[in-house]
């Protein structure tokens, strides 16, 4: 049976997405799941954080926030399916809250029944406020995305503004990673083929992970929807598959991030597609962006990452 089926989580999650006032916008509390497969990383705590972990839920999905301990929970393929794949998922959410559900936990069990096992990463996040609604008027203050810079649109290095830091989200990000290896033979993982994909501030971390990280050898890696400004691109860097969809604010017509992979000769596929917004995970209704699973397990495949060993 399914590690998500045998967790519970998929029943959380359909109870979670069937409650028909929490299909909107706003805020609702939520009771933290019991998480039951999750494995902690040991990699420490959050430096003054003002709450303990707690859980929403918004457009139906279940997020958290104020995690001061990351997880990773293994989604496994049946027995006898798995092809030596594995793949961190890394949720977004702004690096303050976690979309567990629609990053995480639905495209997780989307890879399992690949054949490919598949970690969801629960890191450590910045602190937001202890109250649902002080946190639910953060959330909705009014943002507006920055204008690309003309370097940034035309693809060269732009001058970079105060870089966050993600020292604890790497760290975990290397826990999860050093984990899958150490447990590889148990989960039935080739340590030649673990890849990485993330959504959103996960795409970041995906991206983070892979320019920074001295103890990660990632065999290939999927930012979705995420920062599209260019980087320095080291050499052996892993392939990448890129989705955005045209209408999300952080693209604003830059394709720094794919010129970049291309000037540094490593492999890369992107799809820009026409709509989709940000946040779609595995899709929405009537999005031309709804097809980007099937075309990353194409890619998987084309690329001898789905040949089972």
Do not use: C
């Not at 972990?53 to 990351?70: C, H, K, L, V, Y």
């Not at 779609?280 to 209704?285: E, I, S, V, W």
Request: no cysteine; proline share 9%; charged share 15%.
């Amino acid at each position: 049976m399914n590690n998500l089926i045998k967790s519970g989580v998929l029943a959380f999650l359909l109870a979670s997405s069937v409650t028909a006032f929490a299909q909107d916008g706003t805020i609702y509390p939520l009771e933290n799941p019991a998480e039951p497969n999750a494995i902690l990383l040991g990699t420490g705590g959050v430096d003054n954080q003002p709450a303990p972990e707690t859980w929403f839920r918004q457009w139906g999905d279940p997020m958290a926030r104020n995690i001061s301990t990351a997880t990773l929970t293994p989604f496994l393929p049946e027995p006898g399916k798995g092809n030596g794949t594995a793949v961190i998922v890394a949720p977004g959410g702004g690096f303050s809250w976690l979309s567990m559900g629609n990053e995480g936990w639905e495209v997780a069990e989307a890879l399992a029944k690949q054949g490919i096992a598949a970690f969801v990463l629960k890191y450590r996040l910045n602190p937001t406020p202890p109250s649902l609604e002080d946190f639910s008027a953060w959330m909705n203050r009014p943002r507006t995305a920055p204008a690309p810079s003309s370097a940034a649109t035309a693809g060269t290095p732009a001058p970079r503004p105060p870089q966050r830091d993600l020292s604890n989200q790497l760290e975990d990000a290397e826990a999860a990673y050093a984990m899958i290896v150490n447990r590889a033979q148990e989960w039935g993982v080739d340590i030649n083929r673990i890849g990485m994909i993330g959504f959103s501030a996960g795409a970041g971390l995906t991206m983070h992970a892979t320019l920074n990280s001295k103890s990660m050898k990632l065999a290939f890696i999927g930012p979705i929807y995420g920062g599209m400004g260019p980087v320095e691109v080291p050499a052996d860097a892993p392939p990448m598959f890129n989705v955005i969809a045209s209408d999300d604010f952080l693209y604003n017509g830059q394709s720094g991030i794919i010129e970049s992979w291309y000037k540094a000769g490593r492999p890369v596929e992107f799809h820009l597609y026409q709509n989709g917004g940000h946040g779609f995970g595995l899709g929405n209704p009537n999005r031309t962006s709804n097809r980007w699973f099937d075309a990353f397990m194409h890619w998987l495949d084309v690329n001898q990452f789905l040949a089972k060993k």
